[in-house]
């Protein structure tokens, strides 16, 4: 490839293609030219689609029933998180042999910043992501994308024009003449609530957003509107953060069939607060607000929020909170989703301190907890479960 910038443009974005699909492909050859769709039962959702799934209209998030109806002869395959993890700790790998300046967003996709790399690797850092990328699918069977440019925002944006097994630049001379025509809705991390009530103000490409003065903006669209000013300008300053604050962490499912069996849904909400307080755990973080979502057969979407005296990190507690929540919503509904989740996150130093004199027997209860992390980590997660969690 030939760009005047090509050797100058050091922050890259690399994203996997269809990386779950791509892995399952590489375990099992046979589907190499088949529709391949990972996700849940029919009542599930798409996680990932090849792009021969994705030519017949699949795309991620989209009901497993209308994936389904668009590709009938697609081979449907459950997820497989912890073969997914360790393909993606050995491209970790292989980026960490480029550079200390790497910001992962998910499994399958990382900010570089190769910086002042030239001089260690004797090669500019466009050479040796098209090195990263191919090494990717000779060593892993895997495919990346690389979007490369002079800040993240459109690096991101580049790592998406050429999918899959793509290299697109943006240099700093071309960014205002690439993204004048350009709809709006390629900015990274506006929802759809967001590009409708751009559409409402008459902005559906930067070029219309580049009508608008900083204030208008901010007036129109609160705090989004710098944002929004900089980057119609190609704008960002924001730097490839390695350790980047986690927010939340949350688990949900969404069931193969609405249920309202009251044990059904008690041991699902057990099971995904252990999830969340094992995550929790692992990072070293507790949270000072329990988060319940539901959606209901109707497809009606609750969230319910309660914040604790102190923060929290044990799964007793967090199960017991959200079953709160939960029993406020009222006995006899069927639903199609559940989750739970903590947010405010603060160090796990700062967790679980305060005793609850309302509940003398919680102290008693986190003490079992910690017995039964310690066989865990010795012995496996499988060594040692409640009975709710069978049910």
């Known amino acids: 490839m030939r760009h005047d910038e090509l050797r100058s443009l050091s922050i890259a974005h690399m994203d996997c293609d269809a990386f779950y699909a791509s892995v399952e ?8 030219d088949k529709p391949v769709i990972i996700g849940g039962g029919k009542r599930g959702v798409v996680s990932t689609a090849c792009y021969v799934a994705r030519i017949r209209g699949v795309r991620s998030a989209m009901p497993m029933f209308k994936a389904l109806d668009l590709c009938p002869d697609a081979v449907v395959l459950k997820p497989r998180m912890a073969l997914y993890a360790e393909v993606s700790r050995q491209i970790r790998g292989f980026m960490e042999e480029l550079t200390p300046a790497i910001e992962p967003l998910s499994l399958d996709e990382a900010f ?19 090195r990263l990328v191919k090494r990717m ?10 979007g490369l440019s002079h800040n993240k925002f459109l690096a991101k944006i580049a790592s998406d024009l050429d999918k899959p097994h793509g290299f697109s630049v943006i240099g700093k001379a071309e960014t205002q003449a690439f993204l004048r025509p350009r709809p ?7 929802g759809q609530a967001g590009q409708d009530a751009l ?16 204030e208008g903006l901010m007036v129109r669209f609160g705090s989004m509107g710098e944002r929004l000013w900089h980057l119609a300008r190609g704008e960002d300053h924001r730097r490839v953060t390695r350790n980047a604050p986690v927010k939340s962490i949350s688990n949900e499912t969404t069931f193969h069939e609405n249920t309202k069996d009251p044990d059904i849904l008690d041991g699902h909400l057990w099971r995904m607060s252990e999830k969340v307080a094992d995550r929790a755990k692992a990072k070293g973080l507790a949270g000072r607000v329990v988060v319940l979502k539901v959606k209901r057969a109707d497809f009606k979407l609750i ?4 914040a604790l005296g102190d923060a929290t990190q044990m799964a007793d507690r967090i199960y017991r909170t959200a079953r709160a929540m939960f029993d406020q919503l009222g006995a006899g509904v069927s639903y199609r989703l559940l989750g739970t989740g903590i947010s405010e996150l603060v160090p796990a130093e700062q967790a679980d301190r305060l005793g609850d004199l309302l509940d003398p027997q919680a102290e008693k209860r986190a003490s079992a907890e910690r017995a039964t992390d310690a066989i865990r980590a010795r012995f496996g997660n499988e060594a040692i479960v409640k009975g709710r969690s069978l049910r």
Do not use: C, Q, Y
Not at 184 to 190: F, L, N, P, S
Not at 202 to 212: A, Y
């Open 184 to 190: 709006v809705r390629m900015i990274w991390g506006v």
């Open 303 to 306: 969230t319910r929020r309660h």
């Open 199 to 214: 559409e409402r103000s008459g902005i559906r490409t930067f070029e219309d957003l580049l009508r608008w003065d900083r």
């Open 25 to 32: 492909k590489r375990e099992n050859p046979e589907l190499a």
């Open 137 to 146: 699918k000779d060593e892993l069977g895997v495919t990346g994308s690389v």
């Open 112 to 130: 570089l910043d190769l910086t002042g790399t030239e001089r260690l690797h004797g090669a500019p850092p466009a050479v040796m992501l098209a």
